[in-house]
């Protein structure tokens, strides 16, 4: 067991994630999600959308990129999934949370591969998107490739349902009962971006608007 990975893992641990709700603070606002199966809906495209066809394929070859010191090919994977990302709150959070990931994670264990990226990230070379430092956190810390992706999809399904338990009257039971049925599914989701070995690419109008819109609220709770 990588205890390493669970700690990264772990809610506790101070990025900033569980302050977003990528648009779903939008959904829930104008009813488009509203009871358990929305929900539900509204997990499969996260999973099925945005970690499968963007943020999974880019974990996936900035893992590779980084354990080979192919800073070029990180470079270029960093705006790849800046550029895809339609709403600029959430570009801004992708950055944030990359950020605060590398520089705590720099600081409690250092490596020389990490400071190199963060310097690329105070030089404003890289951004760095969440989805580059996870795996290149998850590379330095001997965590094997396919498990960062699934570690990456776990962080992000969870923080979706956070986001939902203080959006919507769903409880605790019918929240996590949800996330383990979207869990259930991460191996195979997997499964096809690896077999599909193809780069990052987006196609989720109804979350990119979600999120786009989520500025014109009249009270937020999150950032995005």
Known sequence: MNLELLHLCDSLFPIGGFAYSD???????????????????????????TIGRMEGPGVWHAWYAFDEGD????????????????????RRSSRAMGLRLLTTWQALHPDPRLQRLAESANERVVGPVLPVVFAAVCAASGVPRRESVEAFAYTRLAATVSAAMRLMPIGQTDAHRLLSRALARVPAVVDRLTARGGGPESFAPTMDIAAMNQQYLHSRLFRS
Do not use: K, N, Q, Y
Not at 31 to 43: C, K, N, S, T, Y
Not at 71 to 90: C, G, W, Y
């Open 71 to 90: 800073f070029v090919a990180l470079i270029r994977l960093d705006e790849e999934l800046t550029a895809l990302r339609p709403s600029s709150s959430a």
């Open 23 to 49: 648009g779903l603070e939008t959904a829930a606002s104008t009813g488009a999600v509203a009871d358990a199966a929305d929900l539900h809906a509204w997990l499969e495209a996260v999973l099925d959308d």
